[in-house]
């Protein structure tokens, strides 16, 4: 087994997070030639060092999303194109369409039922206004 770099793309990658990753593969592999005993001093290495690059990867990860979602709040004041932008390139790529949707007990099943559904929605959260948008 090759433990090789995530799929998720993280953009800061640091040298940490390199030399962990390179670490732990160096730890897997002298596991792999000890001849992947259980409970052995390699194993219990390896998967330290395992769980160490995990939370670190996570750490990269919530941290670079965190400064995304600041950069997409800040965006909000700024400069409403690229808001959009930011957000529609967050969203799942499916184009597929609900065919179906149920709001307060009803099951809406038509275009127009479910277009109204969420119209009422949204009209029970937002208070539209020409002078400053409130919430409820």
Known sequence: MFIKAPEQQ???WS???KELHQNLRLSYQSWCWSGKAKDSPEQMKNQQLKKNFRR???TA???QEEAERLRIDELVEADHCLFWKAVNSKKM???KQGSELVLNGTRECTVDGILS???GYFSDIYIFSLTEPELR
């Open 61 to 63: 990860a919530h941290a």
């Open 10 to 12: 993280i953009h800061n």
């Open 93 to 95: 790529k499916c184009k």
């Open 117 to 119: 559904g969420w119209q």
């Open 15 to 17: 040298t940490t997070l």
């Open 56 to 58: 670190q990867l996570r």
